[in-house]
């Protein structure tokens, strides 16, 4: 009897360790005596949770579980395990493409149906909630489950046991209404609410745990996964037998069917269940009011019948939510403005005119405001909604100088002066002689009336006329008759140009009002100004009157202030010399390239050289060339010069852009040599400020591009001509012209080859230059008909010159 007393002791003793290990494996500090091979299954899907929620791997913690005993073996054993073990629980229905898995213990079907905007019944009111894929009313399983939610076959329930003892298990309710727990028994719950199931689960199960009887472990009964079940619509776009969840609505079955048929009504919709009319659904509650007291849930074998409407008519115009509306009985035309959330800002609400149908035509009624509560909407009738007329019922106006123009109320018997108080009085530039009224008459037109401003303000109601709803009146300014006068200011002031002219303007305030004189300005100024006379001096020539004087150019403050008029024209003279050092810059083959300023006005190409240290003794004076800056008005010479081109020839664009983006400079040949023997020589230029002399490094190389067979440099000889050179890269390929080859010499200047009779002329070459042999233009060849018309046309011709001498 001991010895059994030991054994049962030692095999509790491992049960218990071996449920602790499963629990929390990773917190265990001796795991020697774990022996993978008896743990169940259930405890391996415990560590795979325990793993899970610790975002580790069993690869991860293995090194940490082989420290605290556990083999090498039993750790391979417990991996391979786990790698098999099966996900229970809400995993297992993970992977069913058919389930719509919550993370709050729940599990639905997933259904679905795809809904295709309807164009033709797209204005009746409330199709807009149908046909929207965004909408679908699905039950919301994140919520808790309903304490009145009715179980039947085909639910599952979550059963958990928690505390001392555990115990957790899924258990479906089979198709006779039962569900099965392991050591309980089975359990009759079809029919029963959730809430009653659950303490009936509890009850059951306490007679089996007594830690649950005791208080010590508690019972958790969740409803896991949702049933489907079966119910019929008719009368919808879609009508047919659904498969639905039990939590479904009777919007969520409506929105799968896409809502009522084309004549289907969405006031008086049926939801017939036990072949009664359980629910009368009105969609109008839930669009207008947002009341969802319609919205009821579902059962089994539940009927959605959509009957035809019986009324309904149409809006138009100025209303919020235009569209066409189903009426019930009883209903009235405010009833029908509430549904679509009343007139616009811009609604004529005095009445509204009702298109109605009788028995052979149609007729027009009226319907004044006082009639809205009471008309009764007829099925078919158009109702329009016309704007508010563009014009004001008390509205008059006041502008020019006074403090505040603008628009104002008009009241019967307002005259000028009030409104003008209104306008908070006159400002000080009002011309008091004159006002006007400009007049609505009852015909439309208008009519200017008159008004003395100064007598209708001292109180003489005769001329403070009394006003009319419409009136435009206008107060003049003494400014607006004053001409705008003007003075100008050219010359060697910072900012020349056109001025306003002020009364005692005098040249002082003009020259320091333009930023001052420049330091070009000379101590000369000129004034002209105009010459006014009632009468024409045909022996006066003069067309105006100039005034010569000096001024202290370093001074902007003149000791003679001269007074200026209208329109005066005052010109500040530059003084004689005033010219900022100019450079020009040398660079190459020279002693001390740079930039040089221009010291003269006639300083030439070899005395800027010679300021530079002469050239140096690699100098090639073969290739020395000036390159000067294309100006913008040399170029604006050749867009101004008309070439009599077709309308759609670009060669004058095409040499503006060469100018402008390529050349950029113009080159001059220097000849040095003729310059040193003759400084008069033509070579020996005046230079401009902004020119470059570059004289070239001797270079014994000969360059041949273009149309050749080789693009090289071949070493100078002398006395070797043109063709030499090009014959030393292999001559010309097959598209190059020889007879046009030219040559460009180091200082810039070219030379081409001439042709006289059979005798051609080659132009010499010097080191450094540079032989270009340009292709041939295309030619048209002539086809055989066309050489067969030639010779026709020769026969022919040769018939006539015989038969002419016969």
């Known amino acids: 009897m001991k010895k059994l007393i030991y054994v049962f002791t030692l095999f509790s003793i491992f049960l218990l360790s071996s449920n602790a290990i499963a629990q929390d494996i990773l917190k265990s500090k001796d795991l020697s005596t774990v022996k993978v091979d008896y743990l169940s299954d259930d405890q391996l899907s415990k560590i795979s949770a325990q ?260 009324n309904r008519v149409t809006l138009e115009g100025e209303v919020k939510r235009p569209g066409i509306f189903e009426m019930k009985k009883g209903e009235n035309f405010s009833d029908l403005l509430n549904f679509a959330s009343g007139f616009n800002e ?110 209708a303000l001292s109180g003489d109601l005769n001329a403070d006329l009394e006003l009319k709803r419409e009136d435009i009146v206008t107060i003049y300014s003494i400014l607006d008759f004053r001409e705008e006068y003007k003075v100008t200011i050219d010359g060697e002031v910072k900012n020349p140009g056109e001025y306003e002219f002020l009364e005692n303007l005098t040249l002082n305030d003009l020259i320091v009002q333009v930023g001052g004189l420049t330091g070009s300005a000379s101590k000369r100024v000129e004034i002209a100004r105009m010459i006014k006379s009632d009468f024409i001096d045909d022996s006066d020539p003069k067309r105006v009157e100039l005034v010569q004087f000096e001024i202290t150019a370093d001074n902007n403050e003149q000791a003679k202030n001269f007074v200026l008029k209208p329109f005066d024209v005052v010109n500040i003279r530059r003084i004689a ?94 000849d040095w040599e003729k310059i040193m023997k003759d400084k008069r020589h033509y070579s020996n230029v005046t230079l401009f400020p902004g020119d470059e002399i570059e004289v070239a490094v001797y270079n014994e190389g000969v360059k041949v591009t273009g149309n050749v067979l080789l693009t090289s440099e071949i070493p100078y000889r002398s006395g070797k001509g043109f063709k030499y050179y090009i014959n030393s890269v292999g001559g010309v390929d097959n598209k190059g012209w020889k007879k046009k080859a030219y040559i460009i010499y180091p200082n810039g200047k070219a030379d081409v080859t001439k042709s006289f009779l059979f005798f051609r002329t080659y132009p010499k070459v010097y080191p450094d230059s540079q032989i270009v042999v340009p292709e041939k233009p295309e030619t048209h060849k002539m086809s055989t008909g066309e050489w067969v018309t030639i010779g026709s046309l020769l026969t022919s011709l040769s018939l006539v010159i015989l038969t002419a001498f016969k």
């Not at 409803?223 to 776009?237: A, D, F, P, W």
């Not at 294309?630 to 095409?654: F, M, P, R």
Request: zero cysteines; aromatic letters at 8%; hydrophobic letters at 35%.
């Open 51 to 310: 793993l899970k929620s610790n975002n580790t791997t069993i690869e991860q913690v293995e090194q940490a579980l082989l420290s605290k005993g556990m083999s090498q073996t039993e750790y391979n054993k417990l991996k391979a395990r786990l790698n098999d073990v099966k996900p229970v629980g809400n995993d297992a229905k993970s992977n069913n493409p058919q389930m719509n898995t919550q993370d709050y213990g729940k599990v639905q079907d997933k259904f679905s149906n795809e809904k295709v905007k309807d164009s033709a019944n797209a204005l009746i009111f409330g199709s807009e909630l149908f046909d929207n894929p965004n909408l679908n009313f699905e039950s919301d399983l994140k919520l808790a489950t309903p304490v009145n939610y009715v179980l039947g076959p085909g639910d599952e329930l979550q059963i958990s046991i928690y505390g001392v003892q555990e115990f957790n298990a899924s258990s479906p309710v089979s198709s006779e209404g039962r569900i099965s727990i392991q050591y309980v028994g089975q359990i009759t719950v079809a029919g029963m609410s959730i809430e009653a199931a659950t303490q009936k689960i509890k009850a059951a199960i306490s007679k089996v745990y007594s830690t649950v009887r005791s208080g010590q472990s508690q019972v958790s009964v969740v409803l896991n996964q949702i049933r489907t079940i079966k119910i019929t619509i008719v009368g919808g776009k879609q009508p047919g037998n659904y498969s639905i969840s039990s939590l479904a609505t009777v919007y969520n079955a409506l929105h799968l069917a896409g809502g009522p048929g084309k004549n289907g009504s969405y006031r008086n919709i049926e939801l017939i269940r036990n072949n009664k009319v359980y629910k009368n659904v009105d969609i109008y509650r839930f669009l207008v009011k947002g009341d969802q007291s319609d919205n009821v849930g579902l059962k089994e074998n539940d009927v959605i019948r959509i009957p035809a409407y019986s």
């Open 346 to 455: 811009f609604a004529y609400t005095a009445s509204v005119s009702v298109v109605q149908k009788t028995a052979k035509e149609f007729k027009v009624h009226d319907i004044n405001e006082s009639e809205y509560n009471s008309y009764l909407p007829q099925s078919g009738d158009v109702f329009r909604i016309t704007k508010i007329l563009n014009r004001f019922e008390n509205r008059i106006k006041i502008e020019g100088a006074v403090f505040r123009p603008d628009y104002y109320s008009f009241t019967q018997g307002m005259r000028v002066s009030d409104l003008i108080t209104r306008a908070e009085g006159l400002k000080e530039d009002a011309y008091g002689k004159r006002a006007r009224i400009v007049r609505l008459k009852t015909d439309l037109t208008t009519e200017i009336v008159n008004v003395d401003l100064d007598s």
């Open 577 to 670: 010399v005033y010219e900022k050092p100019q450079m020009v810059v040398i660079k190459g083959a020279v002693a001390y390239p740079g930039k040089y300023v221009l010291a003269n006005k006639k300083e030439t190409v070899y005395n800027v050289v010679m300021r530079a240290g002469g050239l140096t003794s690699v100098a090639n004076i073969e290739g020395m060339k000036i390159k000067r800056p294309i100006k913008q008005d040399e170029i604006d010479k050749i867009k101004s010069v008309d070439l009599n081109l077709a309308n759609n020839d670009t060669l004058n664009e095409k040499v503006v852009q060469k100018l402008e983006e390529e050349l950029k400079y113009a080159t001059i040949p220097v």
